[in-house]
């Protein structure tokens, strides 16, 4: 399994910025954890959103919730993270993660594939 991930850039704060990972084609038709987790300069990981593919349950951590949605609409498309209402404190670099295994739980520390990230930069 492969993801890449694309859309980062630079915004206003206020903004809006939209992030696909690509998988796999078929990857996310059957029930798999997924997610997209963030790191700013200096500080640790974050999970900013995760869901589960197959059924589209999702989870958001608390600094998002209201501004951020995760979501796949087809098993060939991406998973996309819309992001509005961006704030500076959403700088970062945001990773897409995958676990391939059966799970319990999904958050990013169970991650067993990601990309290598695309960066954000939110100016105030």
């Known amino acids: 399994v492969q993801l890449v991930e694309s859309g980062g850039g630079s915004v206003q704060a206020g903004g809006s910025l939209r992030l696909p990972c690509a998988a796999p084609t078929g990857y996310t038709s059957s029930r798999h954890c997924m997610g997209w987790y963030r790191q700013a300069p200096g500080k640790g990981r974050e999970d900013v959103a995760v869901i589960i593919t197959g059924g589209g349950t999702t989870d958001y951590a608390d600094s998002v919730k209201g501004r951020f949605t995760i979501s796949v609409d087809d098993a060939k498309d991406p998973v996309y993270l819309q992001m509005n209402s961006l704030k500076h404190e959403d700088t970062a670099m945001y990773y897409c993660?995958?676990?391939?295994?059966?799970?319990?739980?999904?958050?990013?520390?169970?991650?067993?594939?990601w990309g290598r990230g695309t960066q954000v930069a939110v100016s105030s």
């Open positions: 993660g995958t676990y391939t295994g059966p799970f319990t739980r999904c958050r990013y520390d169970y991650y067993n594939v």
